[in-house]
């Protein structure tokens, strides 16, 4: 027998298949062997170091079977494939023809009564006892008579699959493993903010206090993970002023990133942002308000860190001595120090990076955010990830790898629950549709989970700096609605900052990464509660909390984008339609699958904005839809499949 | 570094990839690292034991890398991939950046002086003294002065990459296996004829001598593979009579599938077609014709086989103690015992079967058409081609099994040379299209070798039997030029046979399978010519020799079908259009990739038909065609590429 083509599987079995708890794990494999004999098949999963279960798999077309698990615990599951001939189905169905052809069965009957009488020897009980009564059935002289009620019985065969003989019974080669993560790998809304700039009156430096203090605004909009650049002390040497000037000002706050200074490195709170009280504290009221902290973990040194002077072995020296600053040739990063990981004493060296999460998990932390994995050693990832999952399976790691597909992707087989990805340069309706089928509908979605960013502190892309408020809210829709993960850093989002260092740059003018901000959080303009509404439709609807059921149908206009998403049951269907053009009223006939969706062709059906709140009648497949930026430039429909009738009327029949 | 994704790999590497002598193995895999370091990636390869061989692969886009190499001998190869960090490389690419933007490189000089010193210590003789030279070159005082010039000359990047530090290089971690066969398990015209049907004169029985007097008959329609239905005695018991009647007459000859009379079985010769002096005599004369012998292998016997009597182990027993004949219920076929493999002495039948092959690989068989090998164990097949292979590399099986697609694909994979196929059933140009490119355009043609048969003793095809001559022609051109490899079996083929049993069959009315017939070769209605053109343009051109450049291209009429092979250096392109209509004259436009064949936009180009002879200027990419069945169904066109104008005249300038 053979048993090969199985889904999901990674690079031959290498990497783990993700999932979060109580997600299904549909396997499928091809099954055949080389005869025209009856095959049975089982899928065999088991967490951690348990016992096998058994899932029997169905055969569909073409020799592809197919079985289904469900996973209900953090952690690692495996599964494999083992199917058999079945001898005794293969009896039954010919008996039937034989039987069904008038043929005589005598010896047929015998054959079979051997066989049961094989199965009595694996039976125990009162199987055994039932599998008893039907050896003596069949060989009852009188049994030839009897032969359609023989065929008819269900018993039989039903008892006889459990007790199937697996003495030739062929196993798949490989066990195929499983990360099992909590729901938050899965669906999340992030929010990214520098504390720095968190102090509620203009000219402080904020304090982890001042972010306390501003939870209730981050909860208010809808987000699950607050996510804070480096809280690290801030090296001084080479320090980088306002706009990245290469001179800084005595002034000047430096970059959270250029990590560590005289007061510590990635083990110590910057003084000016408080103690690791008041750490524990923001963890804590950030856990009553549902939101998780997230962390940034950036591997990498100012010249003041305290592992240049205690470690220099760790960096790689130049001929004259001195230690290699970080370099992307002609630019030189001189307020950076990157590690070599090729260091003679790199065990010593990963351990201690490895420490570094350990001690933000000492002090609460769940989910990281690595900064620039991709210019680490992936051995190293897979290491340091697989050992700390291992004993900690609740902690999640984002991968901020803006680089080449298959290294982000390959980060993700290593073991990164979430990444960034290209979104915020997808634009076009084609962009979009290609980009987000190849990371939701191919076995990249396996692996990989994308996590939608509209902004991030170092890329404000060009859609925002000349497209306005409806720019903003037409990528908030998009990342909300395309990704269960999404995340934006504010308040430059919500407070709709556009305007970049420089003509063709995609750095903020005045970045918080280089100074400090004031942010008056009551503007009106602001689209906090835009936000927080679609966050709450994102809440409220399990169609929106994963992207495999992800689907683009056709609009008859490219500035129009539509698609759906689908809860596990398949009950609830959302569909998206987004003006991705900013500037104009768009609109187009939009084709709906109502078959897949369900919906009776003969019959209006509601589509409910759960956005503009308006409701709409629709009727057949094609429906027109018209979208002006400058109101709301998208619609987040609920399908509502039935429209009351005449029919449903209570006097009507 | 990571490799993965390598094309061709069959299964993750368990089953090796096919060629034959001649051919070019193209490998592609995605490499990259952890880093913006340049990377060399090396395809190596061996011949069985020999040491390994190198072959630089190059970066296409996308991470994605291509090297090839070319297999010489018949035999087993195996290939697999090397990659690392290339820190010279890596250093010039960035030296030259730095003295791009002016920067001083003082320190850079050294850095790469040290990388060349290292280089020394790997290289021997002139070239240890060149890099030597550059050490003192990058050392010189005087050296920053002249940096533009280092960067320019390549005798530095070349001997480098020669001499590159493989400390950290990462291989693949499989070895993946190519079997390399010689030209004709690619390329092959085969004819099948029953012996006992060879007879000159009506009413006699045919002999192998018969057979060797009909030679030139099949040499002259161009044939190179002569395949004999099995030569053996035939059984007597439940002997079946003319159209399959269950009960023979006295003078019925049985089917020769029902191997085994007193005479002998899979080692013998039936009395009435000769001796092995005789069998010996029809190999080499078959040889001097440019012809190979191929023999049927049927592993099944007649009651009346020897093995019966001897081995009765062999065989499978009913309750009664009777042995249990073919069936597929309600279907009985007594006169047919299968083998069972999982016998006890499984060993001992095996072991026998196979050398039911060396026995006539001793007689001079090198070429051998399996019956229904789905029916036997896939691990009996890899067993016993693998062990034949290894001794007899040139012998070639072809699979007889028309069952379900994955299993045709499996045997494939376990080392049958060439397949039967569905061309049989496939009549549209949907059909033919979608059939066609799955087996020689995704990575199903780097293990299975379609054969395409339009008719065969057990399949007169619907086609044939309504369409008439004009169908006959059509299926024996897309058969011979779709497929590098295809066959017939006449004469029921050239003399076109339509007639089935009964309507609705698929059988031939008193077909030769049960009875003897006699055929007057020289009717004047023989398609005997046709088919010789047909195989002659196959024989002067190289790009029908394989299936790999098979290409389908638009014509805006269903009933006609066009496509293009060839040959492997891109300079003969044949295009093939064949009306599928049996009844009606067809025409439409043609759409070429003029581009893509070398064809300049400005310049018209000549069509010369091959089978017809005629020659059509055509011009840019879209063209007219018609095609009468009745006259002949189907252009052969050698594309020619100039037609000459004035600007080639010898006076023109």
């Given at each position: 027998m053979v048993i090969e083509g199985v889904r999901p599987e990674i690079d031959c079995g290498r990497f783990a298949v993700k999932r979060t708890v109580g997600e299904n794990i549909r396997v499928e494999a091809d099954v055949f062997g080389d005869s025209h004999d009856v095959l049975s098949a089982m899928l065999l999963y088991r967490r951690g170091a348990d016992g096998w279960n058994e899932v029997p798999m169905e055969p569909l077309v073409n020799d592809r079977w197919r079985g289904e698990f469900r996973v209900t615990d953090v952690g690692k599951y495996v599964y494999t494939i083992a199917g058999w001939v079945d001898r005794f189905l293969t009896w039954h169905r010919d008996f039937k023809k034989r039987v069904a052809a008038a043929q005589k069965v005598g010896m047929d009957l015998e054959i079979g009564a051997r066989l049961v009488e094989a199965a009595v020897e694996r039976a125990a009980g009162d199987d055994a006892r039932r599998l008893s009564a039907w050896v003596r059935r069949l060989r009852d002289p009188e049994a030839a008579r009897h032969v359609e009620q023989i065929c008819e019985e269900a018993e039989l065969p039903e008892l006889m699959r459990r007790y199937a003989s697996r003495d030739f019974a062929t196993t798949y080669g490989r066990e195929l493993q499983v990360q099992v993560d909590r729901e938050r790998a899965r669906f999340s809304a992030w929010y990214e903010l520098f504390p720095r700039s968190a102090a509620e009156e203009p000219g402080r430096h904020g304090t982890l206090r001042d972010v306390e203090a501003r939870l209730p605004y981050v909860a208010g909009m809808g987000f699950d993970v607050l996510y804070l650049p480096p809280v690290h002390p801030v090296g001084l040497a080479h320090r980088k002023g306002k706009n990245n000037a290469v001179e800084a000002q005595p002034d000047d706050v430096g970059s959270p990133w250029a990590i560590g200074g005289k007061e510590g490195g990635h083990k110590a709170i910057h003084p000016d942002l408080g103690t690791f009280e008041d750490f524990e504290r923001l963890v804590s009221a950030a856990r009553r308000h549902g939101i998780e902290i997230a962390l940034d973990v950036a591997f990498q040194c100012s010249p003041d860190h305290p592992y240049v002077r205690e470690?220099?072995?760790w960096f790689r020296s130049r001929p004259d001595g001195t230690i290699q600053y970080a370099e992307n040739p002609p630019k030189k990063y001189q307020d950076i120090y990157p590690f070599d990981?090729?260091?003679?004493?790199w065990r010593e060296l990963w351990e201690e990076l490895q420490s570094v999460f350990l001690f933000w998990i000492g002090h609460g932390v769940r989910i990281f955010r690595v900064?620039?994995?991709?210019?680490?050693?992936f051995g190293f990832w897979q290491w340091c990830i697989g050992e700390i999952k291992d004993k900690h399976p609740d902690v999640l790691f984002l991968s901020e790898a803006f680089t080449r597909p298959k290294i982000m992707y390959q980060l993700a087989k290593l073991g990164f629950t979430q990444s960034y990805t290209y979104f915020a340069w997808r634009n076009t309706k084609a962009e979009l549709t290609e980009y987000l089928t190849e990371v939701t509908q191919t076995e990249v979605a396996d692996f990989f989970r994308p996590n939608l960013w509209p902004n991030t502190p170092d890329i404000l892309p060009e859609m925002l700096q000349v497209g306005g408020r409806a720019a903003f809210m037409m990528r908030f829709v998009l990342a909300a609605t395309l990704g269960a993960s999404y995340g934006i850093y504010g308040p430059p989002f919500e407070h709709c900052w556009?305007?970049?260092?420089?003509?063709?740059?995609?750095e903020y003018l005045n970045s918080e990464k280089y100074q400090i901000h004031h942010h008056n959080l009551a503007r009106p303009d602001s689209l906090k509660d835009f936000i927080a509404r679609v966050n709450r439709i994102r809440r409220e609807h399990a169609a929106l909390k994963s992207d495999h059921s992800l689907r683009f149908h056709p609009i008859d206009n490219d500035q129009l984008l539509c698609y759906s998403k689908r809860s596990d049951d398949g009950g609830e269907v959302l569909i998206v339609i987004v003006n991705l053009d900013p500037h104009h009223t768009q609109s187009g006939w939009v084709e709906l699958p109502l078959k897949e969706f369900g919906v009776p062709a003969e019959r209006a059906y509601q589509m409910h904005?759960?956005?503009?709140?308006g409701r709409f009648l629709w009727n057949g497949p094609k429906n027109f839809v018209q979208l002006d930026p400058h109101v709301v430039p998208a619609h987040i429909f609920r399908l509502r499949k039935q429209v009351r009738s005449e029919r449903d009327f209570e006097y009507f029949l």
């Open positions: 470690h220099p072995e990981f090729e260091t003679d004493n900064d620039n994995p991709h210019t680490k050693p556009s305007q970049p260092r420089e003509p063709g740059s995609e904005d759960l956005l503009g709140g």
